[in-house]
């Protein structure tokens, strides 16, 4: 089982940056990928960029592949969002995930087996 711990939510104003951290424990040798998902309030949760260990090769929502990048250490120990030019949009709850995804599953919720608590992020002047 593997256990994941986000930090470094918070408020920012638009145009701003921050950098989220998933700290993951436990036996992270079998997994094949990490992931950030959102969740707005009202609304589903969302995709937002994925990292996978076939290849060491990232994914991104297009909403956010120009303004955001996922990276990570190749132990799966932890993966970081770096996220600029924030939007009063990227308000929402933001969630780690770990698993074994293949390529089809990697950009939804059921490629994922291990989740965070989740960190909010507040986009507001």
């Known amino acids: 089982q593997v256990q994941l711990v986000e930090t470094g939510g918070g408020l920012v104003q638009p145009g701003g940056s921050l950098r989220l951290t998933c700290a993951a424990s436990g036996d992270t040798s079998d997994t094949g990928g990490m992931a950030w998902f959102r969740q707005a309030p009202g609304k589903e949760r969302e995709f937002v960029a994925a990292?996978?260990?076939?290849?060491?090769?990232?994914y991104y929502n297009e909403i956010v592949k120009d303004r955001f990048s996922i990276s990570g250490d190749r132990a799966f120990s932890a993966i970081y969002l770096q996220m600029t030019g924030l939007k009063p949009e990227d308000t929402a709850v933001y969630y780690c995930?770990?698993?074994?995804?293949?390529?089809?599953?990697?950009?939804?919720?059921?490629?994922?087996?291990?989740w965070g608590q989740g960190t909010q992020v507040t986009v507001s002047s």
């Open positions: 990292l996978r260990r076939n290849g060491w090769r990232t």
């Open positions: 995930a770990a698993g074994r995804p293949i390529l089809s599953s990697l950009r939804t919720m059921g490629g994922y087996t291990n």
